[in-house]
Every structure is written in C-alpha cells, then in structure tokens.
C-alpha cells in the first residue's frame, strides 16, 4: 500500500518532476456486491491519490473507467468529471503519453474513457480547461 509514496520519493531524488498516476474511477465496482479486498484497492488507491496531490511533483493523475482488453482507436472521453463508462487499455496508454507531453496538463486529477476525441486533442483540451473532451 506504500508503493505510491516509494515511487513518488525516489522520483523526487533522481530529479524527476513530472508524474502520471493510473488511479481508478470512483464509481468503478458500484453494480458489484461489496468485496473486501476490492474495497481495499479503491482505499489504497485513493490514499496514493491524495499522497500524490501533497507532493511538489507535477504530477497528473488518471482514473481511468472499466478496463476493456481489445484494441482501440486512441479516441477518448477526458474531463474533471464525467460519466463513468469502459475505456480500452490502449486508449489509456495514449492518453498518458499525451499528457506526458502536455505541460498544461498538470496537478489535475482526469477521468477517462473511450470516446470520440484524439487523445493528444482531448490533452489539451483538459489542459486548456474547455470542458470535457468528447
């Protein structure tokens, strides 16, 4: 549970400032019968968010929806906050390496899932805070 905080203090060490955290969706596992161990995970995740957010890194967190295996078409929905829904893992990874080249694109927590918007576009969009990448 204290592997955020290792990554995030070696980072800061080795002078590395920018940082991107896959964390989860918050109404990821709503429709499920209550498990305890994935209650732990969204606690854990949720407790590396707020870790990250205390840190001087520039740091971009990413709660991505319902993890979808297949291969995708790099176009996504972004925002502050918008409607839960799948996203392929493909789709994840664009979107991470457009906001690694994003610098606008920083100390912002960023839901994600598929949608219609190139990821690089939907990157600056949220950056330049225009609402919702579609």
């Given at each position: ?42 606690a854990v995740k949720k407790s590396a968010d707020v870790y990250l957010t205390h840190t001087d890194l520039d740091w971009v967190i990413v ?72």
């Amino acid at each position: 549970g204290r592997g955020l905080e290792k990554a995030a203090q070696a980072a800061a060490k080795a002078g590395i400032s920018r940082f991107v955290l896959v964390s989860v969706f918050p109404d990821a596992g709503r429709s499920r019968t209550p498990d305890p161990s994935f209650e732990h995970y969204m606690a854990v995740k949720k407790s590396a968010d707020v870790y990250l957010t205390h840190t001087d890194l520039d740091w971009v967190i990413v709660r991505p929806g319902t993890l979808r295996d297949e291969p995708s078409d790099g176009l996504v929905n972004a925002g502050l906050a918008i409607e839960y829904g799948d996203v392929h893992r493909d789709n994840v990874a664009a979107f991470i390496d457009a906001a690694l080249h994003e610098p606008g694109l920083s100390r912002m927590l960023v839901e994600l899932t598929d949608g219609s918007t190139p990821a690089a576009e939907a990157a600056r969009q949220v950056a330049a805070s225009t609402g919702p990448a579609r």
